[in-house]
């Protein structure tokens, strides 16, 4: 392997296992390295913390060895503009760093390619990460981010438990435990990495879900439920926690005091749904890049619908439960044929204990 790969992969590496939620930056990785040796690295910070680059920059002035002439590998190019922090294109001109490899250029129009022209014009050699995977995986680190500044609309992910035959729950409502304890931990990482975890009303009802990223510290900022016409408060007590509790609804409640604090957000309907583009684009405009649905089927369903779903996670257990009134995990309009259905891309198919995890991005308008 060259040493361009070796880098690059820990650049990557520290990227991906970047367990802060950072958003709305996207999580970068940035390793700064010189004859054989690696002088620093570093990843995002939240805001308004460091961003990756400065954090390996800092790391640099430990080190006995100079950093002038050094490589600095980043899975994204740096920024240009000043935010909460930055520019970290200038400190990196500054820093006698004379290469870079780069894994993808920021899609945020403030950045967009000016870095990369500001660092050339400082005969900084700059290339592009030349090896596909690594390409590829640079791409998947900022996809949430990219569609967010693209169309201030969040990403949304759907993540789906489901026996052999596609079920959700018994005829009865029982859903504990379809997917394995593995399966589930796993779940719990993806709610704390998530700005919110969105839910029908059925399923509050039917499931009592407390949507806490169990065990972990860092909790998604709102707990969401749609709800035409909220009644009964009690049914919303097991959200209680750190988080924010939003509900979308048609009309608000009048006595909000017997709600505790639960905020709520009228949205038009459309014959008696909610519109889940004005609940998708409020959540956006309060900062949410990373959006986790997590059911029943009709919302998964209506959001497949209408193509607001971007990425889908599904945990197959190998059991059946049958039963035309069981739950199916997905409902909506559908589709009248094959041709139109909706395709996954990006495919990954992993064993989990006894369960199969399928994740696969959902190409958009096919
Ligand atoms: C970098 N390194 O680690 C990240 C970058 O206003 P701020 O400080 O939060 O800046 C966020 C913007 O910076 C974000 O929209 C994206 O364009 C870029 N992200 N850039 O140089 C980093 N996370
Ligand atoms: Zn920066």
Not at 115 to 132: D, R
Not at 187 to 206: C, E, K, Y
Not at 333 to 339: H, L, M
Request: proline share 4%; net charge positive.
């Amino acid at each position: 392997m060259t040493e361009e790969f070796n880098q690059f992969e820990h650049a990557l590496t520290i990227a991906e296992n970047n367990l802060l939620n950072v958003s709305p930056r996207p999580s970068v990785g940035a390793v700064i390295f010189k004859d054989d040796k690696v002088l620093g690295e570093g990843v995002t910070d939240k805001s308004p913390g460091n961003h990756a680059e400065i954090n390996a920059l800092e790391q640099c002035k430990n080190s006995s060895k100079s950093i002038k002439n050094a490589t600095l590998f980043t899975t994204l190019e740096p920024c240009f503009h000043k935010g909460q922090t930055g520019p970290c294109v200038d400190k990196i001109i500054e820093s006698g760093i004379t290469k870079i490899v780069v894994g993808e250029i920021d899609p945020n129009p403030k950045v967009n390619g000016k870095s990369i022209k500001k660092l050339l014009k400082n005969n900084i050699e700059v290339v592009h990460v030349s090896n596909p995977d690594q390409m590829q995986r640079s791409k998947d680190l900022i996809e949430p981010f990219k569609h967010f500044i693209n169309s201030g609309m969040p990403y949304v992910t759907s993540k789906i438990a489901i026996s052999l035959d596609g079920k959700i729950a018994t005829k009865n409502g029982d859903s504990k435990w379809i997917s394995s304890e593995q399966s589930r931990k796993i779940v719990q990482n993806m709610r704390s990495l998530s700005d919110a975890i969105i839910i029908g009303s059925n399923t509050l009802h039917i499931d009592k879900p407390s949507l806490d990223a169990k065990d972990i510290i860092q909790q998604p900022k709102y707990k969401v439920v749609l709800n035409s016409i909220p009644k009964d408060p009690k049914r919303f007590e097991t959200l209680k926690s750190k988080s924010i509790v939003l509900v979308y609804c048609k009309k608000a409640p009048k006595k909000l005091e017997i709600w505790d604090g639960i905020e709520f957000i009228e949205v038009s309907t459309k014959k008696g749904r909610l519109n889940l583009i004005e609940v998708l684009k409020d959540l956006g405009q309060r900062g949410c890049v990373n959006i986790l649905v997590e059911g029943g089927g009709q919302l998964t369903g209506s959001l497949i619908d209408l193509n607001l779903i971007n990425k889908m996670r599904l945990f197959i257990s190998p059991m059946l439960i049958g039963g035309v009134n069981s739950a199916h995990s997905v409902g909506g309009e559908g589709i009248e044929f094959i041709s139109q259905s909706k395709k996954l891309s990006n495919l990954k198919v992993t064993r989990i204990e006894t369960d199969i995890m399928v994740t696969g991005i959902i190409k958009k308008h096919v």
